[in-house]
């Protein structure tokens, strides 16, 4: 099994940056891939970014060229990936989430989510 918690949250100003971080733990060699999502007051979850265990990442439009996700990188006995965010706009405002895609065998894949790391950007 896996699990995963975010940190690095925070309030800033819009223009900003923030960094958040996923920390995975338990059986993290076989992640296939970490995600970041968002979910804002009212809406529905979406992705944001993601990075692949093979360093492919993806990257939602809104995040395509202001967010960066990093590899992943081995630390603390887990993996950890970090999401760099710039020019922090107020619409980026939601609570993000990491979720971890990884294999419970050969065949099949299970996800997992953490709690959630509040972002707040204010105009």
Known sequence: Q???VESGGGSVQAGGSLKLSCAASG???SIHAIAW???APGKEREP???M???GRA???DSANGRFTISRFITENAGRTVYLQMNSLKAEDTALYYCNADFYVDSYSRR???GQGTQVTVSS
């Open 52 to 54: 692949t265990a093979g």
């Open 27 to 29: 059986n993290t060699f």
């Open 58 to 60: 993806n990257y939602s």
């Open 48 to 50: 944001v970014a993601t």
């Open 37 to 39: 999502y968002r979910q």
């Open 111 to 113: 996800t997992t989510w």
């Open 2 to 4: 896996v699990q995963v």
